[in-house]
């Protein structure tokens, strides 16, 4: 075990132009054979910054509607929307999608490869089943606030 840390020591991961320094394998992490990327802080910040976004989004939604927006500009809430759905998702779930892309985790030790190539299987499959969801709720949130209050005339 002490060759695979050394081994792991420093480790440069070059994906589509990101690159990721990665040190030993923090061995204190209580993730550290489990099915997730993220560690309580990353989890954190996902939570609050999905339910800020949802927030500010939910209160543009309500103005559009107030104002008699026409339908089709509500539908530049669904990258906002998206995004918030995600953090929240990424948050429950503690996987990062660009970790998991980046073949990655951070259990609260810095930034490292992943070391198995089933969990790294598993969390890119996870990965993409919360982006699938995170769009499917985002569409159909829009499309709901396209369909409230809007009278051509």
Known sequence: MQNFVEALAILWLEREGASIITTTMCS???YRFSVANLAQRGKK???VLGIVGTVATSILA???ILEGVHPLWR???L???FASILCILEAFTS???VLAALGAWDLGCGTERVP????DAALRARAWKLIALSGLL???LVYLATRCGWQPG
Do not use: E, S, Y
């Not at 198995?116 to 969990?119: E, F, K, Q, T, V």
């Open 75 to 77: 539908w530049a809430l």
């Open 95 to 97: 996987t990062c999608v």
């Open 138 to 140: 985002a569409f159909l």
């Open 116 to 119: 198995d190539p089933r969990i």
């Open 62 to 64: 309500g103005g559009m």
């Open 45 to 47: 910040v996902r939570l």
């Open 28 to 30: 204190n992490h209580p």
């Open 79 to 81: 990258l906002p929307a």
